[in-house]
Nanobody, 114 residues
């Protein structure tokens, strides 16, 4: 059974940093692109960053230059380093394959506020 567990969220002031982690079960994920998604209240879930199995990355324009996605397949873990955080980054963050599967983890709340 697929399991995705996100962690690392919290409350941070604007301009601050957080590092999110996602541990996944299932070796098939090592062969797939993995993404970080986020969902703010009243909004649809959006893909903000992804990384292919070979390490190619891409980001939504709003986070380019501030967020960095990485992965460690030996640890079945995907990371999202978030710097220069803005209030509009406030959301619940999830990881999943790209394209996403039907099973989602509980997510981790990121709140950017002074």
């Amino acid at each position: 059974q697929v399991q995705l567990v996100e962690s690392g969220g919290g409350l941070v002031q604007p301009g601050g940093s957080l590092r999110l982690s996602c541990t996944f079960s299932g070796s098939i994920f090592r062969l797939r692109a993995m993404g970080w998604y986020r969902q703010a209240p009243g909004n649809q879930r959006e893909l903000v960053a992804f990384i292919t199995s070979s390490g190619i990355t891409d980001y939504v324009d709003s986070v380019k230059g501030r967020f960095t996605i990485s992965r460690d397949n030996a640890k079945n873990t995907v990371y999202l380093q978030m710097n220069s955080l803005k209030p509009e980054d406030t959301a619940v963050y999830y990881c999943n394959a790209k394209p996403s599967g039907s099973s989602w983890g509980q997510g981790t709340q990121v709140t950017v506020s002074s």
